[in-house]
């Protein structure tokens, strides 16, 4: 093991598998010359050549468009978007030519690629630059949508993604890239699809993904010291959902809450909700709870912007809710 | 119309059982009360009894069928004066809409589907499933949901959990947001045995904190049950003459200077210890005390227990010093100041209950002592005197004993002798 940062493991991902793969290469918009719009691609030029890591025009439509024909064709693109929220131009590639064409081709066409960048809220960059596309993506069959929380998760998730035979979104996130993390020496790979149990807990199951898991377990520290033992699941993969781990925790808890950066409404914890109380109905002693972002643009003023984000406080308080016990 | 006999359930967690055995055949008349068949469940046989007369029209369940769900219809039973053809008709009718779900029956496990929201899924008695013979046959007629307003708030973990402790929801206080019943409320109702309903819960049993006192209590009385083998002796002894003697001690003196029965007895006590020795003795593990000297101890009860300050030297003291004793230490008692030399040392113990209205009862012996008398109350009873029946006051004695010490003829003498003594107060004198 050694402790290195979210960026540093996103790139080690993508270098070890180029390095294992040759059909595997990088574009998109800084990440050669300039190493990347936050520093991930570093040494992956001056390694694997222009070639393989491709500066791209400022022009999300072209280049996801033609790192969708050049899955098509057999390569395993990584598509870099400098953030998410630029990725709205490509969004008809990602949705309707990526997630659509094995389906459509009847089979006959793959479509190995991954769309990674930061993803969700940075600080103060307002309303168009701040905002959580998990949901968005997540309702898309055809699409595996990644969010890892750790350096080891974003590193053995990320090698998964690029093996993957489909194509899979990949949210990073901006105020993670810097937090270091031990991470297995060698190839590390993880499996898609699959929720962790980050600290096991008897009285309400606590769950979220990407940066969420980060206020989850702060609360989950302070519900501790309150009596209340949590258990924290960092679900990890969107989609395809982990209903396994999320219904076998609430077995045990009875209890739900689930967080995320993200707008409550159709959002994924609203999809954890409807799973739970479906197929686990039998098992709760209380509805299940979402925490959530404010459902209003993210606001420019730094006052309004932590306003409307979850805060561990209110997970702490909607747990207690939960319990029935006073917070 | 016929009337339709369904498989009972014997217990609310049954969901289905076996038809061991017809007792009545097709076509046999059938009382109310008869046992029809045999109902075989993985925990009893269980007889169905009939709760209308007819004629048993058509067996559709076989003997020896297993796995018969509970409500199922078994059989066909047709009234007098009705067309043995309309079994047919009714048989006909059954289709999937006459075998309901159990709708009785709690769900057993998280599989199956829970009961539906608007009905408490345990209709069952809350505990002790005792088999329900009325349920046997009802007319075909299809299950009537609960009425409206019925719904009990509930988590649905906390309604299956009653469910499968057979709790009736109803009767649980549920402490969640507008009185939704959660997982605690049923943890706590298990905890206590049962569903309270709300006014048993209110009526709760309170926790009382032990006092010294009651420890004392409670240690010294259980050692005394648990390690003394007691026996007890009963006797009446007539009381006439020791009230007259109190009356006329009593006549000049100032009331609280009056001397009661009991400390009469006290002295008649003390002076039957001196006489019959053997009686004021202890059990010494390997050998027998035998007190020299008489101190016997009063049993006094205050508001949360009960002492015994002791008179020491009884037989020596006149009855008047008695009395200011045992009354001084009854004040002290009440007051909480009584010094432990007050209430060690005793070589032997009255209970008087005569005040309560107590005719008569065995009072438990007061480690170390080997004996304890139980004084009732002085009462007008029949008494024959040369063979008339009469009114005279009469008070039961008990003796307990501790028969390592004392054996029954010694006890006997030694009640005799008290008796005596209470019979005839001037022998106290002699």
């Known amino acids: 093991m050694r402790e290195i940062s979210v960026r540093e493991a996103i790139r080690d991902a993508m270098a070890e598998e180029m390095r294992r793969d040759e059909s595997v290469f990088l574009m998109g918009e800084e990440v050669a010359e300039y190493e990347g719009a936050y520093k991930v691609s570093q040494g992956l030029l001056k390694e694997f050549g222009p070639e393989r890591v491709v500066d791209t025009p400022i022009t999300e439509a072209g280049f996801a468009g033609v790192g969708v024909g050049a899955a098509m064709m057999g390569l395993r693109p990584i598509v870099e978007f400098m953030t998410w929220n630029f990725a709205m131009q490509a969004i008809d590639q990602i949705v309707n030519s990526a997630a659509k064409t094995r389906y459509m081709s009847g089979g006959l066409l793959g479509l190995p690629i991954v769309f990674r960048g930061p993803n969700g809220v940075a600080s103060q960059v307002a309303a168009q630059h701040s905002q959580d596309y998990g949901a968005w993506y997540a309702h898309v069959p055809g699409l595996k949508v990644v969010a890892p929380f750790d350096a080891a998760d974003a590193k053995g998730l990320l090698t998964a993604a690029i093996r993957d035979p489909d194509p899979v979104v990949f949210l990073e996130h901006e105020l993670l890239y810097g937090e270091s993390g031990q991470v297995p020496d060698g190839e590390h790979v993880a499996e898609l699809g699959r929720a962790r149990v980050v600290r096991p807990g008897r009285d309400v199951t606590l769950v979220s993904w990407s940066r969420g898991v980060s206020l989850v377990l702060d609360a989950a520290a302070e519900l501790a010291e309150q009596g209340i033992d949590a258990e924290v699941i960092d679900l990890r993969s969107l989609r395809p959902l982990d209903r396994a781990t999320l219904l076998g925790s609430v077995q045990r808890t009875h209890r739900i809450v689930s967080v995320e950066e993200g707008w409550p409404s159709c959002g994924v914890g609203a999809e954890i909700v409807a799973t739970v109380v479906a197929e686990a109905f039998d098992a709760l002693d209380a509805p299940p709870q979402r925490v959530s972002g404010a459902d209003v643009p993210m606001p420019y003023a730094a006052h309004l912007e932590a306003l409307a984000l979850p805060l561990s406080e209110t997970v702490v308080r909607v747990a207690h809710e939960v319990c029935y016990t006073d917070g | ?430």
């Open chain 2, 1 to 430: 119309m016929p009337t339709l006999i369904r498989m009972p359930a014997l217990s609310p967690t049954m969901t289905e059982g076996t038809l061991a055995r017809w007792l009545k055949n097709e076509g046999d008349g059938v009382e109310p009360g008869d046992v029809i068949a045999e109902i075989e469940t993985d925990k009893a046989t269980m007889e169905v009894e009939a709760v209308d007369e007819g004629t048993l029209g058509k067996i559709l369940v076989a003997d020896g069928t297993e796995g018969v769900a509970v409500n199922s219809v078994i059989a066909v039973l047709v009234g007098e004066g009705e067309d043995p053809q309309s079994v047919e008709a009714a048989t006909a009718e059954l289709g999937d809409t006459a075998v309901p779900e159990p709708r009785s029956v709690p769900q057993p496990s998280a599989a199956k589907p829970a009961p539906p929201e608007d009905e408490p899924p345990a209709e069952a008695p809350a505990q002790a499933p005792a088999p329900p013979p009325a349920a046997v046959s009802e007319p075909a007629a299809p299950a009537q949901p609960s009425p409206p307003g019925s719904r009990v708030s509930a988590s649905p973990l906390a309604r299956r959990m009653a469910a499968q402790a057979g709790l009736e929801l109803a009767s649980i206080r549920g402490s969640g947001p507008h009185g939704r019943i959660v997982k605690a409320d049923i943890d706590r109702a298990l905890q206590m045995g049962g569903a309270p309903t709300t006014d048993e819960a209110e009526a709760a049993p309170e926790r009382i904190e032990l006092t010294n006192v009651r420890k004392v209590i409670a240690t010294r009385l259980l050692e005394a049950k648990q390690t003394i083998p007691h026996f007890y002796l009963e006797t009446d002894a007539e009381a006439g003459a020791l009230l007259d003697l109190r009356r006329r001690i009593n006549a000049d003196l100032e009331r609280e200077q009056r001397v009661t029965v009991n400390d009469l007895v006290v002295k008649a006590t003390a002076m039957a210890l001196r006489r019959v020795p053997e009686v004021n003795s202890a059990w010494g593990g390997d050998h027998i005390v035998r007190h020299r000297a008489v101190h016997v101890a009063v049993a006094v009860a205050v508001d949360d227990g009960l002492f015994t300050p002791v008179v020491r030297n009884t037989d020596r003291k006149g009855i008047r010093e008695i009395a200011r004793e045992i009354r001084s230490l009854v004040q002290k008692t009440r007051a909480g100041k009584l010094m432990p030399e007050e209430y060690q040392g005793g070589t032997f113990s009255v209970s008087n209950l005569g005040m309560y209205g107590i005719g008569a009862f065995a009072a438990v012996i007061n480690p170390p002592q080997g004996g304890i008398l139980a004084v009732g109350a002085a009462a007008e009873r029949p008494v024959v005197r040369d063979g008339v029946v009469t009114a005279a006051p009469v008070m039961t004695l008990t003796l307990s004993g501790d028969h390592r010490v004392i054996d029954g003829a010694v006890g006997a003498r030694w009640l005799a002798e008290l008796r005596k003594l209470i019979e005839h107060p001037a022998l106290m004198l002699a």
